[in-house]
């Protein structure tokens, strides 16, 4: 069984809101996208609820030489976790791994300066966030961002995504306090089988998004500037 395909991630933002009614118009909720594509989808949640937009931005920490394989990750207010099972079993050196850190830290502050400007920081504590992205595969990026927002002292966390395998799902459901996916395909190879449109989101994308999010008055007929 194929499972669910979204036209984009416009209208897949558009489905998952209609399964968060339950925060719509409530104090004391944000939307946070994973950029870059999940900020499509937290573009139309966030409409959708009257809620606050704005990214939260993770950077996989790569073991040098085998970057697929993270051993950490650095996010949003300069929170870093540590996969230390991971660490340890390929045997990285403590100034290896702040060195990669530190990369790390720069290209994240980077991109956060690029998408919000001037704006400071979200203000998470005590806050109910809404992790949205444009689906999960493993989870692992979920996860080390979970353990990034938490740091900040949220009340609640919920993630919030199209699609994801019903694996990745129990998983996360472990790690927060609710999990909402619009559709958990019985065969899931990955987040783009979803989509009939998945082309890449452009750092210029994340930031008009962002940007037309803040305005005072959103026509319900905004220019995304693309389906990515």
Do not use: W
Not at 13 to 28: I, V
Request: one cysteine or more; aromatic letters at 6%.
């Amino acid at each position: 069984m194929r499972g669910k395909i979204f036209r984009d991630r416009r209208e897949a933002g558009r489905e998952l809101a209609g399964l968060l009614g339950d925060y719509r118009s409530r104090d004391g909720v944000i939307v946070l996208g994973l950029p870059r594509g999940g900020v499509p989808v937290a573009f139309e949640v966030a409409r959708a609820l009257d809620a606050p937009l704005e990214v939260f931005t993770v950077r996989k920490i790569g073991v040098p030489g085998h970057e697929e394989l993270a051993m950490g990750a650095v996010a949003s207010g300069g929170v870093v976790v540590t996969n230390y099972q991971v660490v340890e079993a390929v045997g990285v050196p403590h100034d290896q791994f702040d060195l990669v850190v530190a990369r790390e830290k720069a290209e994240l502050t980077r991109r956060e300066r690029l998408y919000r400007g001037p704006r400071p920081a979200p203000d998470l504590f005590r806050k109910t966030v809404l992790l949205v992205d444009d689906g999960l595969a493993t989870g692992a990026t979920m996860r080390a961002t979970v353990s990034a927002v938490r740091e900040f002292g949220p009340e609640r966390i919920v993630v919030a995504i199209p699609t994801a395998p019903s694996s990745a799902c129990r998983e996360i459901s472990a790690l927060v306090d609710e999990v909402v996916c619009v559709d958990t395909p019985h065969h899931f190879s990955a987040v783009g089988q979803s989509y009939e449109v998945f082309d890449q989101t452009s750092d210029d994308e994340v930031r008009d998004l962002l940007e037309q999010a803040v305005l005072p008055d959103l026509s319900d007929d905004v220019d995304y500037g693309g389906e990515g």
